[in-house]
């Protein structure tokens, strides 16, 4: 297919909006791509959905373009469709290629969409540049044509010039006002079965040098006023080497401004993070650091690969009081096979931590719910008989706002590998009170309502008893009642 009359040097990379709220996520993945992209010659037009009208916006820019990506997760499915089309309405020879997810996960679903050209599976700065190589020669794209990966430190700093820097300067609770997120690496050396990071093999930890990282925060700083930063990598601190070297370049360079990343429980030993390296670490600015918990039962931390233990998760919640950062903990349940044992368990190990370290942060516990193509959906569809759709519209029809695939728009009854959606409930109501705190909203119904339902929570967290929620019945209708009056005053 070879594409001629357009511009010939003009790429649309999208991203869908997502059927849910907005986010202030960088959408650094298709930075990247630009970033290539610019790179190797193209003008690049980013069209990000999340914070732009991404369909009018196409209609403008597709009429002299020459080539159309647009990145996918699976809940962008519906909105990316309708993208598709208006992209071929505009004109019937633009090609459209899918990246992202869910094309990776489900290249042939995709590929059967008659409106898109080509799919590309993985990352894709090699593989859409060759793309674009072979529309402009007229050669054929192998898409099955294994791909090296990208090294990032080829690509830093990001193309942060093709957005609007506005949109995704935010303040962040966790670490300050001004805040942006920055990726300093990719992969995963990690298993865990919920998780779609090990379909994508050889499982390889890929980051951005500590040179590069300082760099990009030094720029961030000069350029746009940022005052804090987020790492959203996966596990920033996997080489001790990096991060040890990165503190001294941030403290020496006087970048001075504070930061929040991800890491694992068992770093904290004498051969990772110990305590020299976590003076280092605290000096540097660290203020936050956000730890994938998960669970309080061993038993289901084993299952699901997680390779950790819950006495190493109390060792660095411990640790982290110890050099005043503050520790963030994130709790899932509602796991297949998970029993209401496992779960006192997490609740008996969130009131733990609370006073091991009262500074700590609890997220959640969320309930679980599998991301398509990872280690235990694939269990699910086994063993629960759920019947994957089997195109792209179909997948479509299932991320509405009405009825996001696994997600919160499901009801507990809905997933059918929980048996005992009412304790789960009740569980998650009072968890929510128990780490509620007044900073969270400005709302002071909320403010006022959970300060009288804190000592009921705590009650019901230290004693493991979520049978007869009756504060919960009296809020929730009470809070039905406020809400009622409050919009019949603003009808009004």
Known sequence: MKVSGLEMNKVIIVRPKLPVSGLQESCLSLLYLGTALKKAGYKVVLIDGEHENAAALLREQAKDAFCVGITAMTVHIKEGLELTNIAKEINRNLPVVWGGTHATLFPGQVAMYPLIDYVIQGEGESAFIELLSCLESGKEFVSSKKFPYVDLNSLSPPAWELIDMTRYIYNDPEVGERCIRVNTGRGCSYLCKFCINTLFKPVRWRPLSAENIVNEVKLLKEKYGIKSVRFTDENFFTNKYRVKEFCELYIKENIGLPWVAFGRVDYFNENHLNKELLELVKESGCKTMRFGVESGSKRILDMINKGT????????????????????????????????????????????????????????????????????????????????????????????????MFSDFLRLEELPWITNPGFVENLLFYAGVFQ?????????FKRFSMALLKPFAWVRMKSGYFGLPIEKVVFCAVQKLFWGVRNAENKE
């Open 309 to 404: 233990t819950p006495e190493q998760v109390e060792n660095a919640v411990s640790l982290c009081g110890e050099y005043g950062i503050k520790p963030v903990c994130l709790f899932m349940v509602g796991m297949p096979g998970e029993t209401e044992k496992d779960m006192l368990l997490t609740v008996k190990h969130i009131v733990k931590l609370s006073e091991i370290n009262p500074n700590v942060k609890i997220v959640g516990p969320q309930v679980f719910r599998p991301y398509p193509g990872s280690e235990m959906y694939n269990e699910l569809k086994e063993n629960y008989g759920y019947v994957e759709p089997v195109s792209l519209e179909e997948w479509a029809a299932n991320t509405t706002p009405e009825h996001v």
């Open 436 to 444: 509620f705190h007044p900073s969270e909203t400005g709302n002071k």
